[in-house]
């Protein structure tokens, strides 16, 4: 079983940037599917961002597309989020999710993620 742990959110500025980090233990992630999501204050978990073990193969909701970056630090059984540009309705807590096993693609869709970490708060003011 992989325990997630995300890391780094907080307060920004609108325009502003954080570095989100999901730290894995139990099981090496690095050929695991990899993805962060998020859910704002009365909405639905949404997707934000995917890796698959290929660190290049990615895939990025279209409302973050070009300002946000995940990347893999598989010598640290991690994964990140660089967000810049960050916008006021982007406030949410962020999740990072894994799936169970090596798959052959990455995924956007929660229901095949079976490890979650327990979320990142970022606010961001205007």
């Known amino acids: 079983q992989v325990q997630l742990t995300e890391s780094g959110g907080g307060l920004a500025q609108a325009g502003g940037s954080l570095r989100l980090s999901c730290a894995a233990s139990?099981?090496?992630?690095?050929?695991?599917?990899m993805a962060w999501f998020r859910q704002a204050p009365g909405k639905e978990r949404e997707f934000v961002a995917a890796?698959?073990?290929?660190?290049?193969?990615?895939k990025y909701a279209d409302s973050v597309k070009g300002r946000f970056t995940i990347v893999r630090d598989n010598a640290h059984n991690s994964v990140h989020l660089q967000m810049i540009s960050l916008k006021p309705e982007e406030t949410a807590v962020y999740y990072c999710?894994?799936?169970?096993?090596?798959?052959?693609?990455?995924?956007?869709?929660?229901?095949?993620?079976?490890?979650w970490g327990q979320g990142t708060q970022v606010t961001v003011s205007s």
């Open positions: 139990g099981r090496t992630v690095s050929l695991f599917p």
């Open positions: 999710a894994t799936r169970p096993r090596f798959y052959s693609d990455y995924s956007t869709h929660q229901g095949d993620f079976g490890s």
């Open positions: 890796v698959n073990w290929n660190p290049l193969d990615t």
